[in-house]
């Protein structure tokens, strides 16, 4: 399809790890991202990899890559309050003219105290 | 550095009216974005501006215009606001980083067209 998939919900136990997985639609996208955004506010840029990566480490966050599965997760260590946001997945097709950037619909992340 | 910034934070319309929606980058980056996001949809692409004097459509382009007044400001206008163009609306600017190409956001604007 032509959408980048994502579940719409996620709730964790703070403390615990949480796993946010994205489904992206083009196999030579050369670069995946992951942003963050709080209530009310804009998109903060978390974290991006390579298309030739398959695992991105950045202290609790680990981006992992399945190019053959077309699958991109987001693991967040030791989730805290302060993680509860929207997640999004977005991933730059090839031939996309200025750097476009398709975003999946997000994944809120509930952690629960 | 402020980054993006953008205004209103808030505007309420009428259908029908005209607004320009503002935004601004100090970074010095070459490319600007104009997204909404609609509960459930995710963001949007309406239109980007590559570089200073250049504009393209997005994904929903329809029912706005775009100004790229210098290499700074990016402008949204809606001629003719309609209750479907209620949204969120964000800016965001692009820079190269490590290779990658980096979008930053701003805060955005919350617009109900009544």
């Known amino acids: 399809g032509e959408d980048v998939e994502q579940s719409l919900f996620l709730s964790v136990r703070e403390g615990d790890s949480s796993v946010i997985n994205c489904t992206y639609t083009d196999s030579s996208s050369t670069y995946l991202y992951w942003y963050k955004q709080e209530p009310g506010a804009g998109l903060q840029l978390l974290t991006y990899?390579?298309?030739?990566?398959d695992m991105k480490q950045d202290q609790r966050l680990t981006v992992l890559l399945n190019k053959k599965d077309k699958h991109l997760s987001l693991r967040i260590a030791d989730t805290q309050t302060g993680d509860s946001a929207i997640y999004f997945c977005?991933?730059?097709?090839?031939?996309?003219?200025?750097?476009?950037?398709?975003f999946g619909k997000g994944t809120k992340l509930s952690v629960i105290p | 550095n402020a980054g993006v910034t953008q205004t209103p934070k808030f505007q309420v319309l009428k259908t029908g009216q005209s607004m320009t929606l503002q935004c601004a980058q100090d970074m010095n980056h070459n490319s600007m974005y104009w997204y909404r996001q609609d509960p459930g949809m995710g963001l949007r692409l309406i239109y980007y501006s590559a570089s200073e004097g250049t504009t393209d459509k997005g994904e929903v382009p329809n029912g706005y215009n775009v100004s790229r007044l210098n290499k700074r400001e990016f402008s949204l206008r809606l001629e003719s606001a309609a209750p479907s163009q209620t949204s969120v609306y964000f800016c965001?600017?692009?820079?190269?980083?490590?290779?990658?190409?980096?979008?930053?956001f701003g805060p955005g604007t919350r617009l109900l067209v009544l």
């Open positions: 965001a600017s692009s820079a190269q980083t490590g290779g990658a190409e980096t979008q930053y």
């Open positions: 977005a991933e730059r097709r090839s031939g996309a003219g200025s750097y476009q950037l398709t």
């Open positions: 990899i390579f298309s030739n990566m």
